[in-house]
């Protein structure tokens, strides 16, 4: 677990009720994805923002419900998913499809997702990252975080 060298996330309150983000969150291991979008309602609420939260089947449909979300008008995404290491290469076809989908996504809309995309070897790694009571961290929190950031320097930049 990296834990280290992360900044402390800072919540942008100027973003208003007319700003729109839509959390989207894969089925796949309810306990963990039940804390991953309980941390990013967090933030996002915290931000007061307009929250919507929809579910896709796994991660691998992230980026296509992305998108989706984005063409109904969100202003910002934040992306939830787990995938935990088998023993086939299933993994690293589903992890390396969920970045490059979700990048590409980002990129081709000009809309900030945040990565809230747990990789882990083990059900273990993935509870303690899924901001539950007992969770070292909170990364759907953070992945919120990091998709409010970029709204708030896209804010900066237009205002320039």
């Known amino acids: 677990m990296s834990g280290t060298g992360a900044p402390a996330p800072a919540i942008p309150t100027d973003l208003g009720k007319d ?12 306990q963990v994805m039940s804390g991953l979008i309980a941390g990013a309602r967090r933030a996002l609420e915290a931000a007061g923002v307009t929250v919507r939260t929809v579910r896709v089947p796994g991660t691998f449909e992230l980026a296509l419900g992305a998108t989706y979300a984005i063409d109904a008008g969100a202003d910002a995404v934040v992306a939830l998913g787990v995938v935990i290491r088998g023993g086939t290469p299933h993994f690293d076809y589903v992890c390396e ?3 490059r989908g979700l990048t590409d996504v980002s990129l081709a809309h000009s809309t900030p997702v945040g990565f809230g995309v747990l990789t882990c070897d083990d059900d273990a790694q993935a509870l303690d990252r899924a901001g539950l009571e007992d ?3 909170d990364k759907g929190f953070e992945a919120a975080c990091a998709a409010l950031d970029m709204l708030a320097l896209r804010a900066g930049l ?3």
Not at 19 to 30: E, G, L, Q
């Open 97 to 99: 499809a969920a970045t």
């Open 19 to 30: 700003t729109t983000v839509t959390i989207v969150a894969a089925t796949w291991h309810d």
């Open 135 to 137: 969770s070292n961290e």
């Open 158 to 160: 237009a205002a320039r």
